[in-house]
């Protein structure tokens, strides 16, 4: 039995959330490579660090490989922040793999992946 090529997935692979107030999101620098707020405002701090981040609706906040964690709320009481959560390669390689693997062979259900362009 011969090995099926695996199909190229150009992009990132990514996921997008809603996040309220009340709710922490723990990001690691090691499996998140950005963030990207797509509506609302988001409140972004790290343990020990007394700089805190608001962003805006449109802005995007690159992450180190390396670092702290990264708490994430939505910032306005009473209304969500919807975000864009970009992994990296690394953590992302496998499920591009399997991806491409199952797409290229002709799964029997349908598979959507997020894939897009880093900016």
């Known amino acids: 039995m011969s090995e099926r090529p695996i199909l190229p997935l150009p992009g990132t692979l990514f996921c997008q959330l809603q ?12 499996r998140i490579a950005a963030l990207t707020v797509e509506e609302g ?3 972004i701090t790290s343990s020990g660090d007394s700089a805190d981040l608001v ?4 802005h995007r906040l690159a992450l ?3 670092g702290k964690p ?13 975000l ?5 390669p690394a953590t992302a390689c496998w499920r591009l793999r399997l991806a491409g693997w ?3 062979i002709g799964a029997p259900y349908p598979i959507s992946i997020a894939t897009g362009d880093l900016q």
């Open 19 to 30: 996040l309220y107030p009340d709710k922490l999101l723990t990001l690691s620098p090691h």
């Open 41 to 43: 405002r988001a409140w």
């Open 55 to 58: 962003l805006d609706a449109g």
């Open 64 to 66: 180190p490989g390396e």
């Open 70 to 82: 990264r708490l994430v709320s939505a910032f306005d009481t009473g209304s969500c922040a919807r």
């Open 84 to 88: 864009r959560i970009e992994f990296r």
């Open 102 to 104: 199952l797409l290229n």
